[in-house]
């Protein structure tokens, strides 16, 4: 087996042609969850909801709005979040006041306005931790908290990888067999583009076993190729502006809790992976901005919330691809995709086995990334209060599969279990005398 093989920093290096399968490898890791978070919301809005074309549109938007606030500097990519996929079901179920006699349609651009609330509410704390400084605010923050909240970041999505793949475990095994050939066995480039390779592979054969008859186990076609024959080569993105109330916002807005706690676990997952420290530089205050415009702005043209991606975590980790420009590529293949329904559709009509088998890698090394966080910072568990912050989140973070749903001036509001899991390790930390630890000793 070959040893452990060096970071790429600068893509450059390697030439013009390599550096673009790169991006695409990446886009391609992105694809799958970014494009399910609409598929999802017309569900609830009766077909009526997101448009596929401007998901991807502000993805690759607002992946590059982040990486200029941020300074070019974090290799990170802003898919769809899934945070807020309870908020639109339940705008969707509106059915009072200036809600009651509309259309799912008319109720989309509400829940929109909402996100622009959310997004918002970004800039607050990040105008905070401009003020306060980051490091008093990573006090809240030390690897007994994040890398636990890491951990579970990796281990929520495990179910979905699982459901994924059981569609069709042999699609999955091919998926998953592939990358792990090429990332320890690979030569040259092929060593560095093994999700891609596993994409590509995996795709071919079941476009062979499609070709021969074969079916899912449930019967379902192995890939389905209606949305592809009925879409258009080109066309332009149908942006919907967004519109404001206030019983929409107090549904929407209060989810942004999770995410930026999300984002702060992303981010921190991120400079544990490539080692460098990216909530000092660029600041936690910056890519709290990208993140907050970047969802903004998506909300208020009829996309949804942006987020840090832990899919992205992975490929990183995986690939070992560092370069901030190989993100900002696959931003641009966003955005180039978002003019084709076609193409997006080809793309779209990737088996959901083979998501899953590629999934099964990139949730896991997320998690392993929270369990290196919490070693290289040697933080003690022969510590009752560290147990006792890392059981909470732990249990929080996988326990609350569901989140909790409470109601706010007559609006059902539902925190996340990530929410809840950093919100009570945040907590659990403040609280418990005996801090230890170097972030702890930096902060003070």
Known sequence: MNERKEAIRDASKLGTSKMLLLGLQHMFAMFGATI?????????????????????????????L???????????????????????????????????????????????????VAGLLYLVLALIVKLVGVQKVMRFLPPVVTGPIIICI???????????????????????????????WGKGMFKIIPILMGVVISYLIALIMNGVGLTNPDG??????TSVVASNWVQVQPFQLCKFDITAILVMAPIAIATMMEH??????????????????PGLHRTLIGDGLATALSGFIGGPANTTYGENTGVLELSRVYDPKVIRLAAVYAIILSFSPKVAAVIGSLPTAIIGGISFILYGMISAIGVRNVVENK????????????AVILVSGLGFSDGITFTIAGTDVT??????????????????????????????
């Open 36 to 64: 399910l978070v609409p598929i999802l919301v017309n569900n609830y809005f009766e077909g009526q909801g997101l448009n596929i074309q401007v998901t991807l549109f502000c993805a690759g938007v607002g992946t590059l």
């Open 66 to 116: 982040f990486h200029i606030i941020s300074k070019g500097k974090v290799p990170a990519f802003l898919g769809s979040s899934f945070a807020f996929l309870g908020g639109y079901a339940m705008v969707a179920q509106l059915d009072t006041g200036i809600y009651a006699d509309m259309t799912m349609a008319e109720k989309l651009p509400y829940a929109n306005g909402g996100i622009v």
């Open 154 to 184: 990796g281990l929520s999505l495990a179910p979905s990888a699982v459901s994924n793949a059981s569609t069709n475990w042999l699609l999955a095994i091919i998926a998953f067999a592939v990358i792990v050939f090429f990332n320890i």
């Open 220 to 225: 379902t076609a192995i890939i389905d190729f």
């Open 264 to 281: 702060i676990g992303d981010i921190s997952a991120i400079s544990a992976t490539v080692g460098e420290n990216y909530i000092e530089d």
């Open 379 to 390: 933080v003690d568990f022969t510590k009752s209060r560290n147990l006792i912050i890392a």
């Open 415 to 444: 925190l996340t279990s990530l929410a809840i899991a950093a919100i009570l390790g945040v907590l659990f930390n403040a609280i418990l005398p005996g801090k230890d630890g170097e972030a702890e000793k930096k902060a003070e």
